[in-house]
Structure formats: structure tokens, C-alpha cells
């Protein structure tokens, strides 16, 4: 079974930062373009950013220059760091491939709010 366990979330004031981590099962890890996406309240899922096996990355327009995704491929591990945090940026954040698989982890609570 496929399992994505994220964590690093929590409440932080706009413009703090989080860095947020996502283990990963090493079957779909090393093979799979690696993404995190949120779900924020009353919205659907997005696509925030992701990053290919070696490495090359894309991020949406909206976090574009303020977040930075990284992946550890010994580790099985994909990151997200985010700084200059806003409201905007309050939801759910979940990783998964790109295109994601059916199953979906827990994700982990972001709140950005003073």
C-alpha cells in the first residue's frame, strides 16, 4: 500500500515561514514526479508545486518566488519550504505524485493568521 505521510504544518503569522515534509513509500517515490498540493476551505485541491525525479521544478503562479520544493531521494522524502506566508496561503497541504494517485495522506494543517 502506498502511504504519503506529511507533516510541518501549524499556525503562523503573515509573512513567517513553515517547512513542511512527506515521506514517501520508496516504490512510487524514485519513479514519479513528486507534488504537493492544498486544499483550502470551500475550494478544491490544487497543484501548488512539484518536482521531477531530477529535479526540475514548477510552481504556480501564486507561490511563485515565495516557496521552494525540494526532494531527498535517499530518504524517500519530498519538502516544501514557504516563506512570506499569507492568509491566502490557509489550507491543507498534501503530497502525492504528479498526476496523483488515488490515495492521499492525511496532509497537515497550515493557518496563517495573526
Known amino acids: 500500500q502506498v502511504q504519503l505521510v506529511e507533516s510541518g504544518g501549524g499556525l503562523v503569522q503573515p509573512g513567517g515561514s513553515l517547512r513542511l515534509s512527506c515521506a514517501a513509500s520508496?516504490?512510487?517515490?524514485?519513479?514519479?514526479?513528486m507534488g504537493w498540493y492544498r486544499q483550502a476551505p470551500g475550494k478544491q485541491r490544487e497543484l501548488v508545486t512539484s518536482?521531477?525525479?531530477?529535479?526540475?521544478?514548477n510552481y504556480a503562479d501564486s507561490v511563485k518566488g515565495r516557496f521552494s520544493i525540494s526532494r531527498d531521494n535517499a530518504k524517500n522524502t519530498v519538502y516544501l519550504q514557504m516563506n512570506s506566508l499569507n492568509p491566502e496561503d490557509t489550507a491543507i497541504y498534501y503530497c502525492?505524485?504528479?498526476?496523483?494517485?488515488?490515495?492521499w495522506g492525511q496532509g497537515t494543517q497550515v493557518t496563517v493568521s495573526s
Open positions: 502525492n505524485t504528479m498526476p496523483p494517485r488515488d490515495d
Open positions: 520508496g516504490s512510487i517515490f524514485r519513479i514519479n514526479t
Open positions: 518536482i521531477t525525479k531530477g529535479g526540475i521544478t
